[in-house]
């Protein structure tokens, strides 16, 4: 079954400026998305539409096809399903593609579940139904304004019943939207035919359109990431294996006219690295480079450094054999293509915010801050954290 998924994002937002790349737990908004339709098992294309050059480079920067539509289907007033309709008759004339399911995903929602696309897809087809909404559970008492006077419309409120007595209704949230593409053709609007609900949770449905949103939206990512995260660690974990470039620095380098190279760290990594020796896990890094501004920071750090590495998987393996560390309690930090060894055979794979799409397969924790901007800090206390909650529960058992 052919199922696309169409993302638009517009350059122009007047509520929020640049709203769609706007940094939201630790990465730009429109991300969030576009990673939620590459991770469902049912999608099989996603197709990013914007009329815009920096939009167009990040979703193709985060695995994303993207078709470019014209600035007449980007104004404030051109409709979402004008995007949606380009991108169908476009891959049609051009490719002869025609899908048999469409996902619509507003990137104004970055809060979703790992498995709500493929849930509501499942529940479009079990039901028979033509279209499909994603929405929350709803006992608002509502009231509606006319001129200076207001009056209830959802309840009596000369009989108010407590919340849980009202009847249950459905706000629609704008997270997902899966149809037929005749519904789409026959009637130009996402729904249509038989329609039924998905219901999503009270924090999967806040939209961005303001400032204060953009706030919320990082906090519930950031807590539900961090919540999330912690499960997947090792039980027992035995060592902390870093790479460098990329981890503990943003992936640039700066070169003299002397050919001397410099990089760019985060101090707050220092400290960190500080509670988590404290601990007394080993702590490691391997570098494919051999570089002398990578030995200097590592002494620095404290940190044991192997550097000149041509396989970094058979390095890690000879460090646990070394110190009689299970592989499985080892815990890898990276970020790119030469990291695909040591995650996958570690017990833990980490990627910072800005890794290589093409590694993302191969970790189990995707950090919220980029290399160099304090993603080893975060790895730290996340790790810290993790021993003071097993500690915790050990002295309470």
Known sequence: MEVLCIIPARGG????PRKNLLPCGGKPLLVHSIEHSLGSRTVTRTVV?????????????????????????AVDQATSESALEHVVDSLRDSEQYQPDLIVFLQCTSPVRAPDDIDKAIDH???????????????????W???????????????????????????RENGSIYVFRPQVLREHHNRLGGKIVLYRMDYWSSFQVDQPEDLELADWILRRRTHADRSKVLPDRIGAVVFDFDGVFTDNRVLVGEDGRESVSCNRGDGLG?????????????LSTERNAVVAAR???????CRQGLRDKGAALKDFAA??????????????????????????????????????????????????????????????????????KTEARQ
């Open 49 to 73: 539409s914007t009329d815009d050059a920096d939009i167009a480079a990040v979703s193709r920067e985060a695995g994303a096809e993207v078709l470019m539509r014209s600035p007449e289907l």
């Open 322 to 391: 070394e110190r009689d560390i299970p592989l499985s309690s080892i815990v890898y930090v990276g970020n790119d293509l030469n990291d695909r060894e040591c995650l996958s055979a570690a017990g833990c794979g980490i990627l910072v915010a800005d890794a290589h799409p093409l590694v993302r397969e191969f970790a189990a924790i995707t950090l919220t801050r980029r290399g160099g901007e304090g993603a080893v800090r975060e790895v730290c206390d996340l790790i810290v954290q993790h021993l003071a909650r097993q500690q």
């Open 144 to 170: 509606r304004a006319q001129g200076d006077q207001v009056s209830s419309f959802n309840y009596d409120y000369r009989r108010r019943k407590r919340e849980q007595d009202m009847t249950v209704e459905w």
């Open 273 to 285: 690295l500080d509670y988590l020796r404290a601990t007394g896990l080993p702590l490691l890094v």
């Open 13 to 16: 937002s007047r509520r929020l």
């Open 298 to 304: 590592c002494e620095k750090l404290q940190l044991e």
């Open 124 to 142: 479009l087809l079990k039901t028979h139904a033509d279209s499909l909404f994603s929405a929350t559970e709803s006992t608002w008492l509502l």
